[in-house]
């Protein structure tokens, strides 16, 4: 009998009205972000790409951005997002980033701190995609890879940034995750495990730092094309990648704009009609949803 027997709700349907692309309701540029600084990780290309200009659009103060890739380009382009939605052209500081590796998270923490004194808004974006291949034909370095990237990186980019993080501020983490957590496809367990592990690790941040000040819960940032995706078996490629980056950058700004406690250790896909998730914060309290539990 095929596995599993029951399909497995992966939440996409969770509010009435589904989104693809950006809507009015989270334009970044109505959006007032004047006194947030963000770091933003995987900041090259991609959804971590368009986060930055979301926030440049969203006239935020300072951002910084990490990546092993050139962010030369990525700067000229938040100069004109702000630009062109009216806003201050914010302080923007490059880092040379790879999330694993702990004297570059050390030196990107330092370098954050000096240049903006603190930070209120942590965005763990980078992430790593295996090639889809049941376990035992797996490459174990490739697989491994993504539990280097997408649970050592943000453990490591939080074990840094969080004591700068609770100095003031919004004191916000948001870690990335997807709706394939929720799944079980087809030779994606190095991937969907890790992003499964997300889950209760943002949780974790919510235990030992809630009391603190801590606000952390983790975003579904829809299926957007990228290097990583186009490692997907092309039907499943074809079914989910239909997003646009937009998207989750305009839902991850609208989101962090005002502080919402109640989002603690929560998952939230940028799919959903934010309008009508954020209107449905009482049943979501009360019944503690959106959060991995046994049921039975």
């Known amino acids: 009998m095929p596995y599993p027997p029951v399909p497995i709700n992966n939440g996409s349907n969770f509010t009435k009205t589904i989104y693809h692309d950006t809507y009015a309701a989270i334009d970044s540029a ?24 979301s926030y440049a659009k969203a006239g935020v103060a300072g ?15 938040i100069i004109s997002a702000a630009q062109r939605a009216g806003k201050a052209i914010p302080r923007v500081l490059k880092l040379k980033l790879d999330v694993t590796n ?9 370098e954050t701190e000096r240049e903006f004194g603190r930070l209120d808004i942590l965005v763990n974006n980078a992430g790593f995609l295996s090639a889809f291949k049941p ?15 997408n649970v050592k990186g943000v453990f490591l980019m939080c074990r840094v940034f969080v004591p700068l993080l609770l100095r003031g501020g919004e004191m916000t983490v948001v870690n990335l995750t997807s709706a394939g957590a929720h799944g ?11 992003k499964f592990t997300l889950l209760r690790f943002t949780e974790y941040l919510m235990v030992e730092y809630g009391e603190k000040g801590m606000l952390a819960y983790c975003v579904h940032p829809g299926g957007v094309p990228s290097e990583m995706s186009i490692k997907m078996p092309e039907q499943l490629y ?14 991850i700004s609208f989101l962090t704009a005002a502080r919402r406690d109640w989002l603690a250790g ?17 049943e979501i309290v009360k019944g503690d949803k959106l959060k991995m539990r046994m049921t039975f």
């Open 30 to 53: 109505a959006q007032d972000h004047s006194k947030h600084y963000v770091f933003i990780t995987g900041a090259s290309k991609g959804v971590g790409r368009v986060l930055a200009l």
């Open 63 to 77: 951002i910084a951005l990490g990546a092993r890739s050139d962010l030369a380009g990525v700067e000229q382009d």
């Open 102 to 110: 702990w004297a570059d998270v050390e030196s990107a923490a330092k």
């Open 135 to 149: 376990i035992v034909d797996s490459d174990r370095d490739e697989y491994w890879g993504n539990y280097e990237v």
């Open 184 to 194: 079980v496809a087809y030779g994606a367990s190095g991937y969907q495990t890790t």
């Open 238 to 251: 074809k079914a989910v990648i239909v997003d646009k980056a937009e998207l989750a950058g305009d839902t």
């Open 266 to 282: 929560r998952y939230i896909s940028v799919n959903w009609d934010m309008l009508e998730f954020l209107g449905r914060e009482d």
